[in-house]
């Protein structure tokens, strides 16, 4: 099997019948980007940028962060890049002390866009990095945990903002910069088309739509039997974003870690999905599998597959597929 998947590092990635598939990596530090390019990603689909924040003391500056991006810009040779502002908060407490102490609930606190939108210099800071970064190379910014429109109207103010101002300090700027939104709240993935008349492009996010559409803490053990993504539930959700997305010409990725795990890649494919992003190791396992499925024949499963009542359902209409 070894060396049946390296030779697809370079291969396509088709399904059976032919439809052609983009295989996106999630990528942060320099051997995922390598790892990314050797296995034949299309792109970077999620670059996290916490970690920048998280290893340092203190905040990291615009020169470090603009080393960092430019460097993954680079690295990705010419392929596009997608790079998430910051998503503190929840499981995610920072050393620079932005996390708010003592929330009650700090999954449902200030947390992603909420915090960044919260420390409008610091945000700024990451924002000139991201700018500089985006003229070696094509760069998406894309923004975690948008509930409303308004967030992500704040987030182009903010972009528009450091454009003037680095323009003013003769700095080269990119032509475009594509600004979009993660859906992983529940009401950005029900009221989406709001959100797509402000955004370039959406990537969903499962592992804490997951959550809360299941009011199931993603890290915690004990909820292994309601944490389930082939809730139909989550199902629905996931159908009808990348439903509005294609209706609306506007690219939708998903980046949870059931875009890497082959057992949910029958099922995404039913949904509609053509842009998978994962951890790099994946890629030629997920490749591997769509090359043995059937786009035409999932496609037809759909509509039974998000009116289905249980998740034990689902997993029936799968296995009938193998
Ligand atoms: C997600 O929530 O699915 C996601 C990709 O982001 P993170 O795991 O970083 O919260
Ligand atoms: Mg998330």
Redesign the pocket.
Known sequence: QGRRLAALANAPTRTRDGAEIRLLA?AEMAPDIAMARARGADGVG?Y?T?FLFLRSKGLPSEDEQFIAYRDLVLGMGGLPVTI?TL?LG???ADAAGLVLRGEDNPALGVRGVRLSLRYPAVFTTQIRAILRAACYGPVRVLV?MVTVPDELIAVRTLFKLARQDLKRESVDLPEKLPLGA?I?VPAAAINVRALLEHADFL?????????YVLAAD?GNDALDNIYNPLHPALLRLISHVIGAGRRADKPVSL???IGGDVRFTALLLALGLTEF?MHPGQLLHVRDRLASLDRGELRKLAPRLIRAHTHEEVEELLAKLE
């Open positions: 999630n999620l996290r916490e998430r998503d929840a499981d995610k975690p993660m992983e990537a969903i996010g499962t592992n804490d739509l997951a959550q993603r980046c949870g870690e992003s």
